[in-house]
């Protein structure tokens, strides 16, 4: 069964910095497109970055530059380094992992980043 944990999320001031955490389980990153996506208020949800089974990464044109995804196997988690927050930042941000053969998704429940002073 596949379970997705998110932790990290909170309230901060613009300018800072926040680190998200997905704890992923009956999954492997090697078959797995690992990604985490955002949600606001009344907007649709949006990438905010990927890493496939090969390391590639992709990131969201508003986040570009601010943000960086990594993995660690060992652990097998996923983490959002997101760097100089902007109130327009403030989303429920959720993990995903597709499979890369199938397209079968997975959406953890969320967690909140609220960045205002």
């Known amino acids: 069964q596949v379970q997705l944990v998110e932790s990290g999320g909170g309230l901060v001031q613009p300018g800072r910095s926040l680190r998200l955490s997905c704890a992923a389980s009956g999954i492997s990153f090697n078959l797995y497109n690992m990604g985490w996506y955002r949600q606001a208020p009344g907007k649709q949800r949006e990438l905010v970055a990927r890493?496939?089974?090969?390391?590639?990464?992709n990131y969201g044109d508003s986040v570009q530059g601010r943000v960086s995804i990594s993995r660690d196997t060992t652990k097998n988690t996923i983490s959002l380094q997101m760097n100089n927050l902007k109130p327009e930042d403030t989303a429920v941000y959720l993990c995903?992992?597709?499979?890369?053969?199938?397209?079968?998704?997975?959406w953890g429940q969320g967690t909140q980043v609220t960045v205002s002073s």
């Open positions: 890493i496939v089974p090969n390391g590639r990464r």
């Open positions: 995903s992992a597709v499979h890369a053969v199938t397209g079968q998704n997975h």
